[in-house]
């Protein structure tokens, strides 16, 4: 059974920084395009970063280019995102989602679609502070 379980959110000041988790289960995440999304509190889901199978290139949304970095570690099945900078309007549900095709890789950033991720995790509240 595929599940997606996100971890690491929390409550921070503004320019403070979080690292959050999103271990995978029931498939081989080194074949599969992941991603971040957010979703803040009355808005749509917000596509915020993009990992290859092998990590390599990432992608990263104009709003959080240059503060959040996302890595993986196929071995032990885990995509991180370190969030630095951290922003009011960072404020939202961060949830991880797997590419429903194994073996694509992405060579230009993507356009988000929600119908292309076949997996959801539940989410992990962020929520930053002036």
């Known amino acids: 059974q595929v599940q997606l379980v996100e971890s690491g959110g929390g409550s921070v000041q503004a320019g403070g920084s979080l690292r959050l988790s999103c271990a995978a289960r029931?498939?081989?995440?080194?074949?599969?395009?992941m991603s971040w999304v957010r979703q803040a509190p009355g808005k749509g889901l917000e596509w915020i970063s993009g990992?290859?199978?092998?990590?390599?290139?990432?992608y990263y949304s104009a709003s959080v280019e240059g503060r959040f970095t996302i890595f993986r570690d196929n071995a032990a099945k885990i995509l991180y995102l370190d969030m630095n900078d951290l922003r009011p309007e960072d404020t939202a549900v961060y949830r991880c989602?797997?590419?429903?095709?194994?073996?694509?890789?992405?060579?230009?950033?993507?356009?988000?679609?929600?119908?292309?991720?076949?997996?959801w995790g539940q989410g992990t509240q962020v929520t930053v502070s002036v």
């Open positions: 029931g498939f081989v995440m080194e074949n599969y395009f």
């Open positions: 989602a797997r590419l429903k095709w194994s073996g694509a890789t992405l060579t230009t950033r993507p356009v988000f679609r929600e119908s292309d991720y076949a997996y």
């Open positions: 990992s290859n199978p092998n990590n390599e290139p990432t």
